[in-house]
């Protein structure tokens, strides 16, 4: 007490009992723990879990249409350890090295504390382990395995496997552009990217991805699911037996086969490679596709690349310049035009242009072709012969009457800047067309419109326009993709054409047609010409356009573009080259039109479509 006075009988009671209370609670819980360590080995606590082990998926292969394995992924395995794990890096190292005839020094210093004194976390000790050496090691961290009597610490300790895929492309450098490349990622970043969810992840887990072309565009459907396995540890990080959950198996990725014709995509390869060799150009790129369906059948550019090994140095041999390349078309644009007058047009038959070689307009010059190659003027055309003769004060005139607005309806019909729908966007890298907005086509810029200029597209976007006019006016989606499959070979996913009619009047569509193919058999493309197949095409001879209305002087992207037979189209293809100087003059007609008849030529008669005497002679 306070004032030093002796405590009382009740204040001894009181805390006699208190005594007791709390000896009884200590003694209790004592017990409590003693028994369960008696009765299970063990303090009783909450299990730590991790992932012991990360299953990855196999990616989806990449088909072509006739079977050939494009990409593909082989299971590897990879050993890994977990630094901070280790009971002694040295011993560790000198056992690892051993089993697996490697360096022990360079192992050793990944293994040890970094100058900090910090620990290490996960070390990949050898990223493509044997079948073999992956069981030898396993054997021997089995030795010793908790529960067996060994007399000095386990090394092994902190030892772990991954099984993980590589991608691999049996075809080489075929259709590199455009299945693109992969890339290894953290698989704890891409939780929600790819749809993975997991509560616990190893952290040095990796995957392929996709990183470009098909394999990024098409990543979701390859990608699968990663299973694992689940391992409970004690408080010092030891397996505890029995404490490995049931795996959960890794889902493969699903194969896509594309509507690619592997026969005819290798010609292709090799007709560009020769073309780009001969004319010296900074690349040549084509597309072929099925005109009534859209499909793909090749996809090229020259120079290629090898899939598996990106050319850093050049980084423009991976891109597919036939969705990315925006160009101005020049005079391959001609045939929208056309097809959009006669449509809108009741009298265009009987409308005739006079071309002197050029023309004042809002204090600018409009200029034909021809004037710098002769020295005059075309003289008085209809549009049969502007087609024909590639006349630019032909189609100025016709792109006049036709009227602003009325222009971009029918761009906007051709969708010449559209990206396409959800099937085209399974094709990687297209890029949008750009087409001037009405409130800024001036007299000088629809007439310079009128023959390609001042608009942009892409090789894929104008193959797919022109198409419409092989379709009788109806525009054909084009497809690259044509079913999806599981692991086991079942389909889960086909892929049809679609179509939206009325672009333009059939009418319309077969007199453009006919006016290519008086192109081909008089104009500026005799150079397309096929023995024993009627040919309808267009050339196409734009000058380089830097900034806004500027022009590189002498630098030309040629093309051509067309479909065959005329009356009965199988095939659509459109050739394009950038920057030829061999000729010194190039064109067209000149550079792509031989190109497009050795591609029509042999996918007609890989198609069994040519006429029997010229499939023979091929």
Known sequence: MMDGSLPTPIHSRIRARQLWVG????????GCKLLAIQAFGRAPRAPLTFVKEVLAPP??????????????????????????????PTATADLVAAELGMPRRPLLAKLQPDLRGRRRGYVVVNDNLSESQRERLQMRAREFAPGRAVATPNPWHGLSFETHTRRQYPQGALAAQLLGTVAVRQLEELCGEVELSYDLLARNTRIEVGAAGLEHALNRLLVGQPGFIKAETDARGQLIPDGVEAPRAAVAGYDVVLTIDQQIQREVERVLDRCRAESKARYVTAIVMKSRTGEILAMATAPGYHPSKYPTSEPNRAVNWATAALYEPGSTFKLLVAAAAIDRLPNWQRIKAHCDGSRELNGRTVKCWILAKQGHGHGQCDLQTGIRESCNMTMAEFGRRLGRKHFLDYLEKFQITALGDDAERLIP???????????????????GMSFGQHVATTPYALLRAVNVLANEGTLVHPQLVQEVRNHEGATVKSYLARVEPGVVKPATARAVRDMMVEVVNHGT??????????????????????????????KYIVSFVGFAPADHPEVSVIVVANQPTNPPNPSG?????????EIVEATLSRLQRLPRALARSS
């Open 59 to 88: 990616r989806g292969a990449l088909l072509t249409s006739d079977g050939a394995v494009l990409a593909t992924s082989i299971e590897q395995h990879r050993a890994i350890l977990n630094a901070r794990q280790l009971i002694s």
């Open 23 to 30: 000896s009884t609670i200590v003694f209790g819980l004592l």
């Open 525 to 554: 493309g005799k150079n397309a010409q096929i023995k024993g197949v009627k040919v309808a095409g267009k050339t196409g001879t734009a000058e380089v356009a830097i900034g806004k209305g500027g022009y590189v002087q002498g």
């Open 589 to 597: 007609g000149l550079v792509a039109a031989p190109v497009f008849r």
């Open 429 to 447: 890298g297209i890029r949008r067309g750009q087409v001037p907005p009405l409130s800024e086509i001036s007299d000088h810029t629809l007439a």
